[in-house]
């Protein structure tokens, strides 16, 4: 139980006042008096909830682990979120130079909107990260993660041995792109 008295109230006028409350629901009223000492409380009580604790939000299931390249065009992030008081859940992409999207989805509960698949991506290199929020506007973050995308297939040239030469001895010498990650030979 907290009390809190205003002696300088300003009559036809808001009357402002803070309370430093700890996390939890309160109910509430207001009692005021004139100078002739008759007074009364507002008609009704009203609930209060302090909410002080930060929402915890995680990567879930099926989310590619920090700078992982892949040769496909979409990235699918989902997360897990543990809140009382939800609100709503915000999903950014960027790109090396740009933002690409901004999702903000509202939260009904902690389980509703918590995924998104960015489709039709060109090559390149992506971040991205999850925001969520409580109705008290605390708010947590997920890590920004990295991504590449490449959906060009790795080049790869002959320096040496020229083609329908004779040799007697052969060193083989190529030339790959840079997205090339493993070479297999094939002799026959």
Request: hydrophobic residues 35%; negative net charge; aromatic residues 12%.
């Amino acid at each position: 139980k907290i009390n809190q008295t205003l002696t300088n109230v300003i009559n036809a006028s808001d009357n402002l006042f803070s309370l430093a409350l700890n996390g939890g629901s309160y109910l509430w009223n207001v009692w005021c008096n004139d100078t002739w000492g008759s007074g009364k409380f507002a008609f009704q009580n009203r609930t209060l909830y302090v909410d002080t604790i930060t929402p915890l939000i995680n990567y879930g299931g099926g989310v590619e682990e920090n700078n992982s390249l892949f040769s496909r065009t979409y990235i699918y992030v989902n997360v897990s979120i543990t809140e009382t008081n939800p609100m709503d859940i915000i999903f950014v992409l960027y790109n090396s130079t740009i933002l690409v999207n901004s999702t903000t989805y509202s939260l009904s509960n902690v389980n509703s909107n918590n995924s998104i698949n960015w489709i039709n991506l060109p090559n390149g290199e992506y971040n991205y990260n999850v925001t969520t929020r409580d109705k008290a506007n605390n708010l947590n973050s997920t890590q920004t993660r990295f991504i590449t995308l490449n959906t060009n297939p790795p080049t790869i040239s002959f320096v040496s041995p020229l083609n329908n030469r004779d040799y007697s001895s052969v060193l083989v010498n190529i030339t790959t792109s840079s997205s090339a990650v493993y070479v297999w030979w094939n002799n026959g």
